[in-house]
């Protein structure tokens, strides 16, 4: 078992494209790329730490569609919940945070101001 460390995605965002400079022409282009390379790397029983902006795209079928993706990518995802994140306790994460602390380390969407440490 792995554990990985991601965030942005911005599955179903299309102006993320352009905002971002994205290389694809359509949102179903982005969102296969990151499923593919998700899937790629990640194995079913990994654990993914996903520190916001999953996805973002038209309300109209928003919980499906997000609840469709969790159920095609791999591994067990736990949000923690970045500023486009929506609609969250519909959706089918193992766990949303707002941070989390692991192993001393905070993970967070949003920059937190700390005491730097040199080590």
């Given at each position: 078992m792995n554990i990985w460390v991601t965030s942005d995605t911005h599955f179903d965002h299309k102006n993320i494209i352009k905002y971002c400079n994205r290389p694809f022409r359509t949102v179903d282009e982005m969102n296969n790329a990151i499923w593919q390379n998700w899937n790629s790397v990640?194995?079913?029983?990994?654990?993914?730490?996903?520190?916001?902006?999953?996805?973002?795209?038209?309300?109209?079928?928003?919980?499906?569609?997000?609840?469709?993706?969790?159920?095609?990518l791999n591994g067990k995802i736990y949000l923690v919940k970045g500023n486009h994140d929506r609609?969250?306790?519909?959706?089918?994460?193992?766990?949303?945070?707002?941070?989390?602390?692991?192993d001393g380390l905070l993970l967070s969407h949003v920059p937190k101001e700390t005491d730097l440490i040199n080590v």
């Open positions: 990640v194995d079913v029983d990994d654990i993914v730490y996903h520190l916001g902006d999953f996805a973002l795209g038209p309300s109209d079928g928003y919980i499906r569609r997000v609840n469709n993706l969790l159920g095609v609609k969250v306790n519909q959706l089918n994460f193992e766990a949303v945070f707002n941070g989390i602390e692991l």
